[in-house]
């Protein structure tokens, strides 16, 4: 056995060796090892079978059938009287095996091999799993029995359609029958058939249909053959004969065990009994690592008397079995013996060889009679009891099924039970009894019965019993496991370190987005590390290379540092990089130095490995949502900390996988469970703001470490999160940024007013909100703290006053406010010196942002109009004559809005230079500020030059209008004018299609015309005005009649003459095929002004109308970044912000005071109030979860789920009692039958005279009951 494992292991290696590991078109070679060691039996000798006349062999063949061998040995016929396959059949190499295609049925092909019953099951085993492809089972179902053309009941029919094949299709199971088209062969072949054909694709290989057949028994089987391997062969269905059966075409593979019989059945049992026993010890699990055993289960339907033997056989190598009570014949039988005269003293008396002989013979005499009731025909009895009373000894490893009273839909706990019954029978002795219950149960994803069985309370299980199941659930994505270990005491932190989050990664199914993201950080990586590549691999892509080298070493696995690489690729805008902290690498400010140091760490024994991972929670949250993993993500998103954070961060992720998924299904999925966290966000949030106001802003701003360092509003923006930005108390707390510390309800007019009188900021003529009513709104929401202390709200209020930042965005100091206090730690006794009324108040007004815009708006409306006085009035010659002072003045200001636009680009606060550039770069207004200053330059230095003076003039005439449109992103703070802008954009991408057809139409009509009108004009001016910008207008209805139609009279000059027509002359227009022309213009006017206009205003239409409904929700979010910009903003606008770049730039550069301005919207929250608002916010996404699983339950769909329940709970106790009712029934006549005994008895010594009873016998109850009623 082991030189033939050994042998096709090495054949196999050779073949994927030469292949590649790539399906090649099959050929001779590919199957010629498979002769070499499998074999097929012959019958050598010839025994003469008595009861045919002598023509026929006792191993069904006819004398002419056999050859001259086996004729030739008249010795050894003489003396034999019973065939026997070992020793009158000798073995040579098969020569039936390949491929086979059914003619008139389906393209599929199927698998099959004639194979000796002696042939070891490994080898078998290994060929079906790597030669054939097919994938490991999780479960393997033996159907025995009902293979004959004996109808089969319904009820059997529903059990196989409805219970067996949909229970292995939920667990990929193999199904093992005869594989013939008979009996329960062709029920369920049916079957996966049906199954397959309503299954989705992913699941359509879950279910293997393999047959294995006696090879004398297969009908048309020298069609089969071929020494060299039929690729495929061809076979027909039909059945000519009773006594041989076809193959049927709904099975996966066949295995055709030869014996050396023709036409007889049960030479297969043997070999099939071998195979099973196998399976059930071979390993299946986490990455097919072997975790548990491969369940195998024997199915009984019916069956013969001689199929009691191979029932005993394989109980006697512990598989279970499920016997279909009431299918008929063995099935009947066993379950009589099982269940009506057989308990357990009975049992264990009959295995002693001394003691009491009563029960020993009474049993063996009550099985003898159900014998002769089930089998009268059957001669040699003695053996059947004996067979009968072995299989009893192995009851608990049978399993009883009554499937007329039973639902099939519940087979599968059925079968999930009787193998669960019998993997306690074997369990190891320091091994909880219960765990491989619970591997099958995750196995099979049955957390219903894990919830009743299991984790009812009744067991204690330990952390190491539950960790491999906890590692299945997560790779296979059963997230209703995770939840239920982690209910019952799962130590997360106790379970995720590093390493194993590593090796999660590593379990990324191949050809998942996720998988190529990780594969090419991983190819960068290696491309980096690796040494001088030669031509051949610097051709390769990144994946190839991580892909040729993954088996060099662990320092080429997948690790943290691809992780963090691909989450910087999705979320690189608003996060700094990922697990940077953990690899040693933050650091490194470049990503080259930090790769080649993450290549040194990872080449190393990586120490990291072993440390627990920090935010456990938040990593298998990320983990989750980069494989789409709808249910389990949003568990641990309720597990983990900073709920609004988290769900706008797996939104965000989402949203850019979506951007590179490909496959339209998975991109739909994915911005649907982007959308589910969006709206968990806003629900979340809005519980926190009802809850309390102050607290809910700081959950807004506060700088999360699991996240990187970024906010929730930093992350809403990211993930364009528009439902969250459009929520009252986002919108508040930009409300209350942009008025600064002005109150709301201040006029513009006002501010507007006191642009120009600013002595009247020092008056009540503007409204500010005072220090005591922010301590008053401190005091008021103090007793909404639950207790927490009195200090406790003061990192939450710190946001209704943002001076404290603007005094040290200004003075470089502490902030000093007693709220601002708590959060740094810093004494409440300290406090800084006041300032000036004065200095304040003047500081309160223009440090405002809504100052600011203002401010901005108003001195770009004098930059225009100076702009367009240079243009019209004032814009003089080259020097040495100009330019003017005007436009002197014009220059400096462009100057200072190039230095505004400088900074704004390259001191993105705590980003890097690079993703600051990134971030302007997407905006699409700082494209229309690059475009007006390249033209503005373009044109300045070109009218400095006498040649280039006009081109000069004409550019700037241009960037004045790119100028003009700029002030269209200043209107979008509007809350009209917001969403019109808004409805615009959108339909500019509605014109580009609209311009796309139009341009097809007009080339063509534009072409064709101008070649019918005028058969020669070489001018290229007058070819383009009359292609392009003559049929354009025809559009608007101006259309030179007298020039296309003949019909009226055209006055201008022209002329034939080709060589005046070549110096410039106007050719005469063609007449002849004038009607052509017009027929043209007809159907390019119908084309463009009625098709194309108005599919142009339909699209119009329908966009104006959904942006409409969400205009509110466009605006609010599209106003948070008008606020950003202008609060980041110096106070001063342009050409005077100059002065605010000169103090930012001794402050910053010169004096290295650091700016919390620049921060935008960012407060850092630490100690016990960051654990206070945590906590908190943890409270809310509770009280708000709690409120969803209220109204799930209450609805109408759950209420109906749970009547459903309880209508099967009350069947299933009404069978019951019919159960009970039917044994009180049996009760009820034995007590009869006893009673009338002990009447007989007592009459009989009552008539005698041999001994007189001292007292009367005992008045029956009936008596008395009648005498104490007639009293």
């Known amino acids: 056995m082991y030189s033939r494992g050994k042998g096709m292991k090495d054949t196999e290696r050779r073949r994927e060796g030469a292949g590649g590991g790539e399906k090649s078109p099959k050929s001779e070679k590919d199957w010629s090892w498979i002769p070499k060691l499998f074999k097929k039996r012959v019958c050598t000798t010839f025994v003469e079978d008595s009861f045919r006349n002598g023509m026929f062999c006792q191993c069904g063949g006819v004398r002419t059938a056999h050859g001259t061998v086996a004729l030739g040995d008249y010795f050894s016929t003489a003396i034999v009287n019973q065939w026997n396959s070992t020793q009158h059949s000798s073995e040579y190499p098969t020569d039936a095996f390949g491929e086979l295609q059914f003619s008139g049925a389906s393209k599929r092909q199927s698998y099959f091999l004639r194979l000796s019953s002696d042939t070891p099951p490994s080898m078998v085993y290994t060929l079906m799993t790597g030669t054939w492809g097919l994938p490991t089972p999780n479960l393997v179902v033996s159907v025995v029995g009902g293979e004959t053309s004996t109808k089969l009941k319904t009820w ?56 294995i057949t006696p090879w004398g028994l297969v009908h048309n089987r020298q069609q089969l053959v071929n020494p060299q391997g039929s690729l495929p062969a061809k076979y027909n269905v039909h059945n000519t004969s009773q006594d041989y059966c076809c193959l049927d075409n709904n099975y996966q593979a066949f295995l055709l065990v030869d014996n050396g019989t023709v036409g007889r059945r049960g030479g297969e049992t043997g070999f099939r009994a071998k195979l099973e026993d196998y399976i059930s010890h071979q390993r299946t699990g986490i990455w097919g690592s072997g975790s548990i055993d491969i369940p195998v289960l024997c199915m009984l339907i019916s ?51 001394d003691g009491e002989a009563g029960p020993c013979v009474d049993l063996k005499e009550r099985v003898a009679e159900r014998v002769k009731k089930y089998f009268p025909s059957e001669a040699e009895t003695d053996k059947l009891v004996e067979q009968a009373l072995s299989i009893c000894q192995n009851r608990d490893l049978i399993t009883v099924y009554h499937g007329e009273q039973e639902s099939p839909n519940d087979f599968d706990t059925v079968l999930l039970k009787t193998l669960v019954g019998a993997s306690k029978q074997h369990v190891a002795a320091d091994a909880s009894p219960y765990s491989e219950e619970l591997k099958l149960a995750v ?67 191949e050809g998942t987005l996720l998988y190529q993201l990780l594969r090419r950080c991983l190819g960068e990586r290696l491309r980096i590390t690796a040494p001088a590549p030669t031509l051949s691999v610097q051709k390769d892509s990144p994946s190839k290379v991580g892909a040729e080298n993954i088996q060099s070493g662990p320092a080429t696995e997948i690790s943290l540092f691809e992780v963090s690489g691909v989450l910087e690729l999705l979320m690189s805008d608003v996060c700094q990089p990922f697990y940077y902290d953990v690899l040693g690498l933050d650091k490194f400010p470049s990503k080259r130095s930090a790769l080649r140091q993450a290549s040194k760490l990872l080449r190393g024994d990586r120490s990291y490995r072993k440390e627990p991972c920090l935010f456990p929670w938040h990593s298998l949250f990320i983990w989750a949502v980069l494989q789409n993993r ?48 969006e709206s968990l966000a806003h629900d979340i949030f809005s519980s926190c703001y009802r809850n309390n106001e102050s607290r809910s802003f700081t959950l807004l701003i506060r700088k999360s470490p699991v996240w990187s360092g970024t906010t929730c509003l930093q992350m809403g923006v990211g993930a364009d999160a528009r439902l969250f930005f459009s929520h009252d108390g986002v919108q508040s707390l930009l409300s209350q940024i942009w008025w600064g510390d002005m109150k709301k309800n201040t006029e513009v007019w006002r501010l507007l007013l006191t642009f120009f009188c600013p002595i009247l900021c020092y008056t009540n003529f503007i409204s500010f909100r005072s220090h005591t009513d922010q301590q008053q709104e401190e005091v008021e929401e103090r007793p909404n703290e639950d207790g927490l202390g009195q200090d406790d709200n003061a990192y939450g209020t710190t946001i209704f006053s943002f001076s404290d930042i603007k005094h040290i965005e200004v003075d470089g100091q502490e902030i000093s406010t007693p709220r601002t206090e708590a959060i740094k730690g810093i004494p409440r006794t300290h406090r800084p010196t006041k300032r000036p009324f004065i200095i304040s108040r003047w500081r309160q007004f223009w440090v405002a942002p809504v100052t600011s815009f203002l401010g901005n708006v108003l001195m770009f409306f004098l930059f225009l109009l100076l702009f367009a006085y240079v243009l019209l009035v004032d814009f003089t010659p080259p020097p040495p004559s100009g330019p003017s002072s005007t436009e002197f003045v014009l220059y400096f200001w462009v100057f200072t809005i190039v230095c505004e636009e400088i900074r704004e680009a ?26 007006a200053i390249t033209l503005f330059i373009t044109g300045l230095i070109c009218r400095m030059f006498d040649l280039s003076y006009g081109f000069g003039r004409d550019v700037l005439c241009v960037d004045f209008m790119v100028f003009t449109l700029r002030l269209i992103h200043i209107f979008a703070i509007h809350k009209q004018l917001g969403p019109k ?146 609060h980041s903003r110096p106070a001063l606008a342009p050409p005077f912000i100059i002065l605010s770049h000169l103090n930012l730039f001794i402050k910053r550069i010169i004096r290295k005071v650091p700016s919390i301005k620049i921060h935008h919207f960012v407060l850092q929250v630490e100690g016990k109030a960051a654990n206070r608002l945590v906590t908190w916010e943890s409270i809310q996404k509770e009280d708000f979860l709690t409120a969803q699983n209220t109204i799930q339950k209450n609805c109408d769909s759950e209420r109906l789920k749970r009547m459903s329940v ?64 007639s009293t």
């Not at 009760?1227 to 005698?1248: K, R």
């Open 1206 to 1269: 309880k209508v099967d709970t009350a069947l299933k106790h009404l069978n019951e009692s019919r159960d009970f009712d039917h044994r009180l029934r049996a009760l009820e006549t034995e007590m009869e039958y006893c009673s009338n005994a002990l009447s007989w008895i007592v009459d009989t010594l009552a008539q005698g005279s041999t001994f007189k009873p001292p007292r009367p016998p005992p008045t029956s109850r009936d008596g008395l009951t009648s005498s104490s009623t």
């Open 981 to 1126: 802008i808004i409805i615009v954009g959108k339909m500019m991408k509605d014109v580009f299609f609209f311009l796309f057809s139009l341009g097809v139409w007009l080339v063509a009509y534009g072409v064709a015309n101008q070649a019918l009108l005028y058969p020669y004009d070489p001018r290229l001016d007058r070819i383009l005005r009359r292609v392009f910008y003559r049929p354009y207008l025809h559009i608007y209805g101006q259309i030179p009649v007298e020039e296309m139609d003949v019909g009226h009279q055209w006055d201008k000059i022209c002329t034939d003459n080709r060589t005046l027509i070549k110096d410039g002359a106007e050719p005469c227009r063609t007449e002849s095929n004038n009607w052509l022309v017009v027929n043209l213009l007809v159907i390019y006017l119908l084309a463009t002004n009625i098709l194309l206009i108005n599919v142009l205003i339909a699209m119009f239409s329908d966009t104006f109308s959904k942006v409409q409904a969400n205009s509110d929700i466009y605006w609010k979010f599209q106003r948070y970044n008008l606020i950003v910009q202008y």
């Open 303 to 353: 069956g013969e008397a001689n199929m009691l033997e191979r029932v005993d056989l394989s109980l006697k190598n512990s598989i279970p079995w499920l016997v279909l009570a009431g299918s008929g014949g063995l099935a009947d039988f066993l379950s009589d013996i099982l269940e009506k005269f057989l308990s357990a003293s009975v049992v264990h008396s009959s295995s002693e060889v």
């Open 156 to 211: 059997v029919r529903e059990v196989l359609r409805q219970g067996l094949v949909k229970a292995s299709q939920s667990t990929g199971a193999w199904i093992l029958t005869s594989g013939l088209r008979e009996g329960v062969g062709r029920c369920v072949g049916k079957a996966v058939r049906d199954h397959a054909t309503a299954a989705s694709s992913v699941s359509l290989n879950k279910v293997v249909a393999l047959g």
């Open 443 to 509: 196995a099979w994803n049955r957390v219903d019965i894990a919830k009743s069985e299991l984790f009812n309370g009744d067991i204690h299980w330990k952390y190491e019993e539950l960790e491999d199941s906890m590692t299945d659930a997560l790779i296979n994505d059963k997230p209703q496991f995770v939840r239920l270990f982690t209910e019952n005491g799962f130590s997360i932190l106790d379970y995720l370190t590093y390493d194993r989050l590593e090796n999660l990664y590593c379990s990324v199914a």
């Open 906 to 931: 390259f001191f993105g606060g705590m980003m890097t230079w690079r993703q600051s550039i990134r971030v302007y770069i997407q905006d699409v207004w700082n494209k229309f500020d690059v475009i």
């Open 630 to 677: 709808s249910e389990m993500a949003t568990f641990f998103w309720e597990m983990a900390g900073e709920s609004v954070l988290s769900a706008l961060s797996g939104c965000k992720i989402l949203r850019e996988l979506s951007k590179l998924e490909i496959e339209t299904e998975t991109k739909l999925s994915m911005k649907e469970l982007a959308q589910k966290f």
